[in-house]
């Protein structure tokens, strides 16, 4: 059974740092993209960030660029995100997504078939 799991989410005060993992099990993804999307109450689920199955090719949403870091350990089946500089309008529930028919991320939910259950990232003003 294949999953992804993520963790490290919280509160936290605005201008801080928290960095997200989302581990796999049950297959590799390392031939894979790999990308974090978010989900505010009442609003659709948007793409946060994206990397390619080598790590080079990264791509960042518009809100979060200059703040997010995207990163993966192959070795390990993990991706991470590293956020910082949060804003309270960063508060959503972060999904990590995998897409195992491309190499390279694409924003759209709809490319990705793999999916965790999500955790809760808080930031307060």
């Known amino acids: 059974q294949v999953q992804l799991v993520e963790s490290g989410g919280g509160l936290v005060q605005a201008g801080g740092s928290l960095r997200l993992s989302c581990a796999a099990s049950?297959?590799?993804?390392?031939?894979?993209?790999m990308g974090w999307f978010r989900q505010a109450q009442g609003k659709e689920r948007e793409f946060v960030a994206g990397?390619?199955?080598?790590?080079?090719?990264?791509y960042y949403g518009d809100t979060v660029k200059g703040r997010f870091i995207i990163s993966r350990d192959n070795a390990k089946n993990t991706v991470y995100l590293q956020m910082n500089s949060l804003k309270p309008e960063d508060t959503a529930v972060y999904y990590c997504a995998a897409d195992s028919d491309n190499r390279f991320p694409r924003r759209e939910t709809s490319n990705y078939d793999y999916w965790g259950q999500g955790t809760q990232v808080t930031v307060s003003s």
């Open positions: 990397i390619s199955w080598s790590g080079l090719g990264i």
């Open positions: 049950g297959r590799t993804f390392s031939s894979n993209a």
